[in-house]
């Protein structure tokens, strides 16, 4: 199947700062996902991003897909921003559909 | 939409006992997935459908595990008999294929003793 690589697998900030989360991907797919899953447990969806860049606030994120890779920036962190982010990718085909996880950058930004 | 529901939020069960859990997809999503969390294998599909057909349940642990969708508007999840190494948050998602987002559930923190 699919492999989905994250890294880091941890990052400690100090609040304010920037920092720029990676997750390869072994095969083509057809769409991908970044997640965050608060302190609560709850996955909250951040970007649905197949190919190309989008922003939502202090978050953006850009895949290019013919690289097998996309980004996750976030800037000017906040302590509510820790929690861990995974990334997802969809590969459907062969009568599949299969949404797989990377194991996820678990973010700590301190005060 | 309120969402993907799930219920109940916490599970606290004996080994041995049935454990149903249940959710409502988003309304009009076509695909419904069950996925499970631990911290060692992280999140697992377990099993998906598409118009209520389940369509892979390779991820399905065992036999004790079995899922249903009588509608497009309700799943199940059920372990009978339910053992210790079941404990694991599990999520519900929907999405509508190759549209969007797969949403998740809040999760259903399941504790077997």
């Excluded at chain 1, 609040?15 to 797919?29: H, P, W």
Aim: charged share 15%; hydrophobic share 35%; glycine share 8%.
């Amino acid at each position: 199947g699919i492999q989905v690589e994250q890294s880091p697998p941890d990052l400690i900030l100090q609040e304010g700062a920037n920092s720029t989360l990676r997750c390869n991907f072994s095969d083509s797919v057809n769409n991908l996902q970044w997640f965050h899953q608060n302190p609560w447990g709850q996955l909250i969806n951040l970007f649905y991003i197949p190919s190309g860049t989008k922003q939502n606030g202090r978050l953006s994120a850009t895949t290019v897909a013919t690289e097998r890779y996309s980004l996750l920036y976030i800037s000017s962190s906040q302590t509510t921003d820790s929690g861990v982010y995974f990334c997802a990718v969809l590969y459907s085909g062969a009568g599949s559909y299969q949404l797989t996880f990377g194991k996820g950058t678990k973010l700590s930004v301190i005060p | 939409d309120a969402g993907v529901i799930q219920s109940p939020r916490h599970e606290v069960t004996e080994m041995g006992q049935e454990v149903t859990l249940r959710c409502k997809p988003i309304s009009g999503h076509d695909y419904l997935f069950w996925y499970r969390q631990t911290m060692m294998r992280g999140l697992e599909l377990l099993i998906y459908f598409n118009n209520n057909v389940p369509i892979d349940d390779s991820g399905m642990p065992e036999d004790r595990f079995s899922a249903k969708m009588p509608n497009a508007s309700f799943s199940t999840l059920k372990i009978q008999p339910s053992e210790p190494r079941d404990s694991a948050v599990y999520f519900c998602a929907s999405s509508f294929f190759d549209r969007g987002s797969t949403f998740f559930g809040q999760g259903t923190r399941l504790t077997v003793v």
